[in-house]
């Protein structure tokens, strides 16, 4: 049976599992704390010395390798034995066991299918969690090549000392949900990595509804360009206008019985960006492959809520369109009219995520009257300036949404920096032939933040612009070069807030 051109869409991820018993044969790694090793009766289970003579301090995602008759036996940092530290020890020491593996394979050797690892027993489940997240993302990758070597190591197993608990059912229920959030994490970067030429909008709305087959309670509806010009979507036919690819609307439905919350969660699905007539640089263009990480959050947000089985009624909405340069494409100067009949004066044709967007947060708050609405886009250039790569940016509405945004990323390891609305920015939206302006004067995360508010008619609303977390060129913690899947992993979290 030929192979396909790609990689599988959910990628085949590492299997981590919690138990009280060491398999025997597996190589195992023991996870030692900043400080630790210059106590002797701290690593009982090393031999004496052996930690000072490879020069292992412990220090944040540390990895020493410790050869012996049995195999390797590994030695990994965990700093200070924060969660950040857990998550990233995790996919610090499945690189190095992922290596290990690929070396024994190569020289002839017998890789180890399964390695486990050995805890403080002062580690709490939410330890655990943090450093299954952080195993199962570690170890992530996307390529497209013609020589894909096969997974090594297939399973961590996490040791449960006996002081923890008899059957460490607590242990592996931590586990059992950050593995769920880290399979939305990846599921997100694979629809983010998948290049182009293949995630046309039909692609990512097919593979939308793929994922979804599985996912007791999750339906996806897919609205085509016949539909959306039918129902007044001019924000959306107007991006996707310029390409033979059609543009689509993904709606994700999540209704479990008895949720008394409804979230509306909304995003840019832009499957390439050219920045159409207002054309971008080359140096960089390849890079918008990753334009719809917004909308691959959602999507796999939706796909982790329902899998869960979380109590709170979701709906996510994905516009999708490739933003491309023809005869059809939209123009500088050009009025757009959205979903509702708001219009909208067309500044720059590269600031497409927003005309995209508001067709959908209009269209989402009549239909469906959210309690709450949520939208996520790369957005702006400008956010990357004022908060870096690793650090999203935050516009909210109303307080308590600010707080519950920021404190589910704090649980689940994605950093967030509330923005203000400034008021004295809101007249700069007005346009002279149009109801608003496109791209306003001003700090332009700011001003485009104020932009989408004008689509919220007065809903508890959130905008959340990830332009610089959503990729990396780098590898740190748990995050490998391409798309991150940021902002997956924070939505659910948020969304499990109104559970408890």
Request: proline residues 7%; negative net charge; glycine residues 12%.
């Amino acid at each position: 049976m030929p192979r396909s051109p790609l990689p599988s869409v959910p990628s085949r991820l590492i299997d981590v599992e919690v138990a009280g018993r060491a398999k025997r044969g597996a190589p195992e790694a023991l996870l030692v704390p900043e400080g630790a090793v210059a106590s002797a009766t701290s690593l009982p289970s090393l031999p004496s010395g052996v930690p000072a003579e490879l020069g292992f301090g412990g220090k944040e995602g540390e990895v020493a390798v410790l050869p012996d008759a049995e195999g390797p036996r590994w030695v990994v940092g965990l700093g200070k034995g924060a969660p950040r530290h857990y998550r990233a020890a995790g996919a610090a020491f499945v690189r190095a066991a992922q290596s290990y593996a690929d070396v024994e394979a190569d020289s002839g050797g017998r890789p180890p299918l399964t390695v486990q690892v050995r805890f403080p027993e002062s580690a709490l489940a939410g330890d655990y969690a943090a450093f299954a997240t952080g195993a199962l993302l570690g170890g992530y990758r996307y390529r497209v090549t013609s020589d894909e070597k096969p997974a090594r190591v297939r399973t961590v197993r996490l040791l449960v000392p006996d002081g923890s608990g008899g059957d460490a059912g607590e242990f592996a229920d931590a586990v059992s949900r950050a593995c769920e959030l880290g399979r939305a994490t990846a599921l997100a970067r694979d629809l983010a990595n998948t290049p182009s030429n293949v995630k046309t909008p039909d692609w990512l709305s097919s593979t939308a509804e793929r994922v979804a087959e599985d996912v007791r309670g999750l339906t996806v509806t897919v609205r085509d360009e016949k539909w959306l010009a039918e129902h007044g979507f001019g924000g959306i036919l107007a991006v996707g206008g310029g390409s033979a690819n059609a543009p689509r609307l993904i709606e994700l439905s999540y209704r479990p019985k008895g949720a008394t919350t409804h979230l509306l969660l909304v995003g840019k699905g832009i499957t390439f960006d050219s920045g159409g007539l207002s054309l971008k640089p080359a140096e960089g263009m390849h890079l918008m492959r990753t334009d719809m990480s917004g909308g691959g959050a959602v999507i796999a947000a939706l796909r982790a809520i329902a899998a869960l089985g979380l109590p709170v009624r979701v709906t996510g909405l994905v516009p999708s369109a490739e933003n491309l340069v023809s005869g059809s494409s939209y123009r500088p100067g050009d009025v757009v009219r959205h979903y509702g009949g708001r219009t909208t004066q067309i500044d720059n044709t590269d600031a497409e995520g927003r005309i995209a967007l508001a067709d959908a947060l209009a269209y989402g708050i009549a239909t469906y009257r959210p309690d709450v609405v949520v939208d996520v886009a790369t957005l702006t250039g400008a956010m990357k300036v004022a908060l870096g790569l690793r650090t999203g940016g935050l516009f909210a509405t109303d307080d308590d949404l600010a707080l519950r945004i920021g404190a589910a990323g704090d649980e689940v390891g994605e950093q967030w920096w509330r923005m203000p609305l400034s008021g004295e920015h809101t007249d700069a939206v007005r346009a002279d032939i149009a109801d608003v302006r496109q791209c306003p004067p001003g700090p332009g995360g700011i001003t485009a933040a104020l932009f989408l508010r004008e689509f919220t008619a007065d809903v508890p609303w959130a905008h959340l612009d990830i332009a610089g977390p959503a990729r990396a060129e780098g590898t740190y913690a748990e995050v490998v070069p391409g798309g991150t899947g940021f902002a997956a992993r924070t939505l659910v979290e948020f969304t499990a807030s109104y559970a408890r």
